[in-house]
């Protein structure tokens, strides 16, 4: 059983840049989630995913924009990059099912110069 | 609105202590709450969830005690091992709408040899 997995682990934007984020969900999981966890702050969710379509989304802008694809892997799509969208982004990946845990990737640390 | 809190930072215990983590929420439509582990570098690890229709849940060295009247659940650790020094986040979610997890801001456990 592989766990979930994001690339790349690190990146290094300019501002104004667009980004592409990836994950691939662990195996049986057919529901993505995409958090943001900035400097000292607990993860804040973005956006999930469910069977290729967008299932609830955060308080996030526009610019923030995500994909899934058959396998339920996922993209998150950042444009007009922002200083302030340095962070971690994290990618999270769950059966559906009401009430069971969510198994999170490594992360990927983007920092946006 | 921080809908969940960790008012504590930090927190250090001497190994073979219990350890004691607290989270308060606010919003009574939670009714799933979940306690993660993360490493510098890593993503989240799950640890241990409690559904509102408990209020104890173990899981070996792990406790979550929820207390749904005070909207407070905490975690203990016993007895506190060094490789549990980590940041601790308790999250919470809502079964109503989408599975997103609203998490606190996070609680770094030391735990002193």
């Known amino acids: 059983e592989t766990g979930v997995t994001q690339s790349p682990t690190h990146l290094i934007k300019t501002r104004g840049q667009q980004v592409t984020l990836r994950c691939s969900s662990q195996s049986g999981h057919n529901t993505v989630s995409w958090y943001q966890q900035a400097l000292g702050q607990g993860p804040q969710f973005i956006f999930q995913y469910y069977r290729e379509e967008e299932n609830g989304r955060g308080n996030f802008p526009p610019r923030f924009s995500g994909l899934q694809f058959p396998n339920y892997s996922s993209e998150l799509n950042v444009n007009a990059l922002e200083l302030d969208d340095s962070a971690l982004y994290l990618c999270a990946s769950t059966t559906g099912q009401l009430n069971t845990e969510a198994f999170f990737g490594q992360g990927t640390r983007l920092t946006v110069v | 609105d921080q809908q969940v809190k960790q008012n504590s930072p930090s927190l250090s215990v001497q190994e073979g202590r219990i350890s004691i983590l607290n989270c308060d929420y606010t919003n009574s439509m939670f009714d799933y709450f979940l306690w993660y582990k993360k490493y510098p570098a890593e993503g989240p690890t799950f640890l241990i969830s409690?559904?509102?229709?408990?209020d104890k849940n173990e899981d070996g060295r792990f406790t979550v005690f929820l207390n749904k009247s005070a909207k407070h659940l905490s975690l203990h650790i016993v007895p506190s091992q060094p490789g549990d020094s980590a940041v601790y986040f308790c999250a919470a979610s809502a079964s109503s709408g989408t599975y997103k997890y609203i998490f606190g801001t996070g609680t770094r456990l030391k735990v002193l040899a």
């Open positions: 409690i559904s509102s229709i408990k």
